[in-house]
């Protein structure tokens, strides 16, 4: 698919859409992608404090 197509892009949107059973497999290992790359407390805001260059446990909202 191109991804600069957004005819093509509407068109996997729509297949999708209409086999929702069939993508839950895909569903759910996009979930564990998400989660394992990008979970805010455990990798992505390390990663932000560590290129803002601030060391040390400080409290941070989240």
């Known amino acids: 698919m191109d991804f600069f197509s ?3 892009v509407a068109a996997r949107v729509d ?3 209409e ?4 993508m839950a497999p895909i569903r ?4 564990r992608t998400v989660a394992g ?3 805010l407390r455990r ?5 932000h404090m560590e290129l803002l260059g ?3 446990k400080k409290a941070v909202a989240c």
């Open 43 to 47: 990798i992505c805001l390390p990663a």
């Open 6 to 8: 957004p005819a093509e």
């Open 15 to 17: 297949e999708v859409l």
């Open 37 to 39: 790359r990008y979970d």
């Open 54 to 56: 601030v060391t040390g």
């Open 28 to 31: 759910k290992q996009a979930r």
């Open 19 to 22: 086999h929702p059973a069939e």
